[in-house]
């Protein structure tokens, strides 16, 4: 098969996604790659250093840069087409979905090319911008030949707004932009980690903590990410045992931070799946989440991970009470590290990806079968 595999993302859990399936794709018997990536992306480097057939495209790295580069907008859509014609691409595969998408994969399908995105949300998240997207998601739907999810929650939304759309369910992997960090020395009880938004639930956490410090006063949190933590849970930082970073971090930094901790918490009040939980899995850091959305496929409750019964300041408390029993927390490292083997192996992920896909490119099944 002769993959395509789009990604204009600048930064972040896309761009190291996108990277790790670039990784893993090549390594599939039969498969032969080509990169669609944007000249401005963090990981740019990263991409050439494959050395995969790859197009930089100019993107943009600035809300000025997106306005006056959406001007580009039908050039980028030849050039893709073109680059998939002369690749002689069986399949354009999006690793995630950019505010350009819909303006560009009609073209793909206007030129006869299969397009299957990975659709990572199926609504935006509270909180979150929202500009134009069910027109955006209903246009690459329109465009494509099938759709792969990553949690049956985005799967039940696509199918009732697609129901015709082959669709092909596969748990998020665990892209690790570093080698794991076995056997580091935890510093924190819990990790909470990522971009600061108000769905995260820090203020769940910050009031769950504060009930789990009455019962448990050696308890300890650190609260690590990019944004207002201060605005999102007012007074979390003056609680005792209380640890709080308003930074960003870098990706090779990701997996010793999350070393650090003896369990991740994730408050979340809504969730189409959760991205830092691969990767705590697979560091072998088990993970405490609210029964929301995808993370109740994601924690295997009692094998890797705990969920609390419900998204409540209590049940999250309750929940992380029983982490810091060391017996649970052993066990549950134990299963967090043999299903984060399985997360991390991207070779194994993208054959996956690739069997379920096949059955949509007559062409690619036409040939396999001869």
Do not use: N
Not at 9 to 23: E, K, V, W
Not at 157 to 167: C, N, S
């Amino acid at each position: 098969m002769r993959v395509l595999l789009w990604y204009w993302g600048r930064r972040g859990g896309g761009a190291q996604f996108a990277l790790s399936l670039a990784r893993g794709l090549p390594a599939v018997p039969g498969t032969a790659v080509a990169l669609s990536i944007s000249r401005e992306g963090d990981l740019a480097a990263d991409f050439a250093a494959l050395g995969l057939p790859c197009d930089a495209v100019p993107t943009y790295s600035s809300a000025a840069g997106f306005v006056l580069g959406t001007a580009r907008v039908p050039w980028l859509a030849r050039r893709l087409v073109r680059q998939a014609r002369d690749f002689r691409a069986d399949l354009v595969l999006s690793a995630m979905p950019h505010l350009w998408t819909p303006l560009v994969a009609p073209a793909l399908a206007r030129a006869g090319i299969p397009y299957v995105p990975i659709l990572h949300d199926a609504a935006p998240h509270p909180g979150d911008p929202a500009l134009l997207w069910d027109w955006r998601l209903r246009r690459d739907l329109d465009a494509a030949r099938g759709a792969v999810v990553l949690s049956a929650a985005v799967e039940g939304v696509i199918r009732r707004l697609a129901p015709a759309l082959p669709l092909f369910r596969q748990p998020l992997g665990a892209h690790l932009p570093g080698p794991v960090p076995l056997g580091a020395t935890a510093t924190h009880d819990f990790l909470f980690f990522g971009r600061v938004r108000a769905y995260k639930g820090l203020d769940l956490l910050r009031d769950a903590f504060a009930l789990l410090h009455r019962t448990h006063p050696a308890a300890t949190l650190r609260v690590v990410g990019e944004g207002d933590i201060e605005r999102a849970a007012p007074g979390l930082g003056a609680l005792p045992g209380v640890t709080v970073e308003p930074r960003w971090v870098a990706d090779a930094a990701i997996p010793p931070l999350v070393a650090t901790a003896r369990a991740v918490v994730l408050p979340y009040r809504e969730a189409s799946q959760s991205g830092v939980l691969p990767i705590a899995l697979a560091c072998g850091v088990p993970v405490v989440a609210t029964p929301v959305g995808g993370l109740s496929e994601q924690v295997a409750d009692g094998e890797a991970g705990l969920l609390a019964e419900a998204v409540t300041p209590e049940a999250l408390a309750a929940a992380m009470a029983r982490m810091l029993d060391p017996a649970t927390r052993s066990r549950l490292a134990r299963g967090a590290l043999l299903r984060g083997a399985g997360l991390s192996d991207w070779p194994a992920q993208a054959e996956t990806l690739l069997e379920g896909v096949r059955p949509w490119l007559p062409a690619v099944t036409k040939r396999s079968g001869e």
